[in-house]
């Protein structure tokens, strides 16, 4: 059947309807739904900023996302490895204790519970965000956000705690927690560089590697390796190597 008048392509009565249906409303539970699941989404992100913002461990865990190569394993310090690094360190030592790549602070909480005094602690950690949270936890200690290779440029700079008289301090200890053998080969060179440069003559360096065989990276450095201790408690195990300098060996 052929009709004499062909029907238009977009009835009036449909663009009427459509525009019924949108006056009154009745097209607004698409729109609804698209809304409250926006209102979820940010809810959901605003609890995971409190739980990051609450938990030193979620914390950590994102900035090991973001910098996998400057930020240790997920269980890189355990109390226990923690506890055997602090004591390392003599705690009535006059000159200053400085820990590189402070992480959440396991390492830095075991130092203070040996006696080292906050104000000879000083911690360098090159994310921004950890070193926000070190200054939360440790408000007395010295908590600068640098770089582990610029050691001597932050003393030039006067960022490191100085002696009475104004001269700067003596660094007695080095505590590393920085993961060394995943670090590009440029920058790990300009950190042990800048470690065996700024450690005392009578100073010790302590870093825990999950390497429990083969030398230190710091013995690259020019330190040399005084005695090691695995801990095997740890997760992985790990190994702590205590160095110095050859002549105070």
């Known amino acids: 059947m052929r009709f004499k008048h062909p029907l238009p ?9 459509a525009r019924v249906v949108r006056d009154i409303g009745l ?14 989404v940010a809810r959901m992100r605003r ?3 409190r739980a990051v913002a609450q938990s030193p461990q979620s914390l950590f865990l994102r900035e090991l996302m973001a ?17 055997r690094m602090a004591e390392q360190v003599d705690p009535a030592t006059h000159g200053l204790v400085v820990e590189l790549g402070g992480g959440t602070g396991v390492i830095s909480s075991a130092l203070l ?10 911690i360098i950690e090159q994310s921004d965000a950890l070193a926000a949270l070190l200054r939360r936890r440790f408000p007395l200690v010295r908590v600068i956000h640098g770089d582990a290779a610029e050691l001597a440029q932050l003393q030039i700079q006067g960022l490191l705690p100085l002696d009475a008289a104004g001269a700067p301090l003596p660094i007695d200890y080095i505590v590393s927690g920085l993961p060394l053998l995943s670090i590009p080969l440029p920058v790990r060179q300009r950190i042990l560089q800048a470690g065996a440069l700024m450690l005392a003559p ?12 083969g030398p230190s990276p710091w013995q690259i450095g020019g330190l040399v390796r005084l005695r090691s201790e695995r ?3 740890n997760l992985p195990p790990a190994r702590i190597d205590v160095l110095g300098h050859a002549a105070a060996g």
């Open 67 to 83: 910098q996998p190569g400057s930020v240790g394993a997920i269980c890189a310090s355990s109390p226990r490895l923690a506890t």
């Open 113 to 122: 519970a040996r006696g080292v005094a906050p104000e000879r602690l000083v």
């Open 9 to 17: 392509s977009r009835l009036p009565g449909v663009r009427v309807g």
């Open 202 to 213: 009578q100073g010790r360096l302590v870093q825990f590697t999950y390497a429990l065989r």
């Open 231 to 233: 801990v095997i408690a």
């Open 47 to 49: 609890a995971m900023d």
């Open 27 to 40: 097209d607004a539970g698409p729109r609804l739904a698209v809304q409250a699941a926006r209102a979820s």
